[in-house]
């Protein structure tokens, strides 16, 4: 019988998500060969010959996935309530990429007064799903616009009267005159899988979700250490 590990191909986004998942990889022992944020390349490989990462847009990861063109991936929470998730196995929340979606609109937009009188607001986002969802399950008529970036200029520029983005620090809002009105849900990455490849190849992925599992236990420890 041939023992050899079945191939593995990993998809993931450059950037925070690349950074943020590297110790994770390095704790289940896979070392990329190169930086993506210095090579060009988008497949690359690393120093376990069986496993390689493809650098693919963040929202497209669930894709690559889905298709099995890929049989791991690392996507944020807020990216895969766009996808739907659909032939995805979502085993472990990573805890890593955090950040919270909110809706934003300019510091002198009476958003709670707009709100209880039933007015129908201009809402900019590229998060049309959970945005359309969250408003429906408040009872509020909102007209939708689709962005693909920068959303924060929206309200800025009279193209919208709120904003869905995600928030970190809060710095973005705070430099365009925004402030945070409501939080929609908390967001970090979480890992993915193929659900044809976690039956396939159960024996190569298995260990690698172990070990992630085993790091963010041990990452969560030294971050509230236990009382002496
Ligand atoms: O850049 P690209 O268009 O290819 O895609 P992307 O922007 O979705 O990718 P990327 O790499 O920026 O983000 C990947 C994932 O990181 C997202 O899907 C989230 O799950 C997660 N994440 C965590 C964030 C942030 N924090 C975050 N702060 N993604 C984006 N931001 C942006 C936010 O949209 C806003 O413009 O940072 C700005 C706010 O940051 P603060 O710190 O100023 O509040
Ligand atoms: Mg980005």
Do not use: W
Not at 65 to 91: C, F, N, R, S
Not at 122 to 138: C, I
Not at 170 to 186: C, D, F, Q, S, Y
């Amino acid at each position: 019988m041939d023992d050899s590990p079945a191939p593995l191909t990993i998809a993931l986004s450059k950037g925070r998500i690349f950074d943020d998942t590297a110790p994770l990889l390095h704790a289940a022992g896979v070392v990329a060969q190169d930086d993506p944020e210095h090579s060009r390349k988008l497949i690359l490989g690393t120093d376990r010959s069986h496993v390689r990462l493809i650098i693919v847009r963040a929202s497209d990861v669930p894709t690559y996935v889905q298709y099995g063109a890929a049989d791991i991936g690392i996507a944020g929470k807020d990216v895969l309530l766009e996808h739907g998730g659909a032939g995805l196995y979502q085993p472990l929340d990573l805890q890593i990429a955090r950040c919270r979606l909110m809706v934003a609109v300019r510091n002198d937009f009476d958003y709670e007064s707009a709100v209880r009188q039933g007015a129908r607001l201009r809402v900019a986002t590229k998060y049309l799903r959970t945005a359309r969802e969250h408003f429906a399950e408040k009872g509020m008529h909102v007209d939708l616009i689709k962005l693909y970036g920068s959303m924060e200029l929206a309200p800025l520029v009279g193209l919208a009267d709120a904003i869905v983005d995600l928030v970190s620090s809060g710095n973005t809002l705070k430099a365009n005159h925004l402030r945070a009105v409501e939080e929609i849900l908390p967001i970090s990455a979480r890992l993915i899988v193929n659900q044809a490849a976690l039956k396939l190849k159960r024996k190569t992925i298995q260990p690698m979700l172990d070990a992630f599992s085993a790091a963010i236990a041990g990452s969560r420890r030294r971050q509230v250490p236990a009382q002496a």
